[in-house]
């Protein structure tokens, strides 16, 4: 069966005030099965967040291309069919929670009837109802990503890019966001790809981990998660969950020292 998505042979360098170049990754291939939760794992520096604004075309690739249903959507932005969540909420202070749901779609030029019902829908889907009217300000740190989340599913993306959407937030938050998280996954059935710096996060969620490796970046290594679905949070303490972890972190470890 053929890939939903595929990245083929990416290439990125960045360039340094100097004139020089400074490579992020080379030659990166992989493929997302449809509705698979693909979760990217890698140093700090390693371009987890550039790859997935190459993907999404917010950034221009070097080399290489990204297929969408086997056509190619390279650098062809929001248009393709991707939703994007940002680890910064990036939502916009003078719009209202509904006005930042409603924003995606109207850049799409649906009707407003449309975007009304699509935007009730998905503000519910993600537990803010009732706080339609309310400012950015206004909201916890938890709740303005709920709007980031609803904003991006709203767009009906085939595929939902996720970079550290919960990095920002406190230990207890993050927990119950991840929850939320596979609650609306399967129940919209989106292909994810989330970026995450923790094993734990990626472990709870993914069904396959990528593992890069250091500037220029690699695949390390891919791991299928062990865990079937649907998963509870007393997952974390399990002694197979703890054993993964400590596997991935010597990897980690190990890729850091080369």
């Known amino acids: 069966m053929a890939a939903k998505l595929e990245v083929r042979g990416l290439t990125k360098r960045f360039e340094q005030g100097t004139g020089s170049t400074v490579p992020v990754f080379a030659e990166l291939s992989f493929e997302v099965a ?32 990204v297929f969408l249903d086997a ?10 069919g991707m939703g994007f969540v940002f680890q910064s909420f990036d939502l916009f202070p003078w719009l209202t929670v509904r006005g930042n749901v409603e924003f995606g779609m109207q850049m799409l030029n649906l009707d407003r009837p449309e975007c009304r019902a699509r935007g009730s829908h998905y503000i519910e889907l993600v537990g803010l109802s009732g706080f339609e009217e309310a400012y950015p300000y206004e909201l916890s740190g938890g709740m303005q990503q709920r709007v980031g989340i609803a904003r991006a599913l709203a767009i009906h993306p085939e595929v939902l890019l996720m970079d550290e959407p919960f990095g920002s937030l406190d230990v207890q938050t993050r927990d119950l966001l991840q929850d939320e998280l596979l609650r609306i996954w399967q129940q919209e059935k989106k292909t994810v790809i989330f970026v995450t710096h923790s094993i734990e996060e990626a472990l709870y969620l993914g069904d396959r981990i990528l593992v890069l490796s250091p500037r220029p970046s690699q695949i390390d290594r891919v791991i299928d998660v062990p865990f079937g679905r649907p998963r ?3 997952i974390k303490t399990s002694p197979e969950f703890l054993e993964a972890r400590r596997e991935i972190w010597a990897l980690l470890k190990h890729s850091a020292r080369i």
Do not use: M, Q, Y
């Open 34 to 65: 449809n509705l698979e939760f693909l979760a990217i794992l890698g140093p700090s520096g390693c371009g987890k967040s550039t790859l997935l604004r190459i993907i999404d075309g917010l950034v221009p690739a070097d080399a290489g291309a």
């Open 71 to 80: 056509k190619e959507v390279t650098g062809n932005g929001h248009a393709h």
């Open 232 to 234: 509870a949070d007393d």
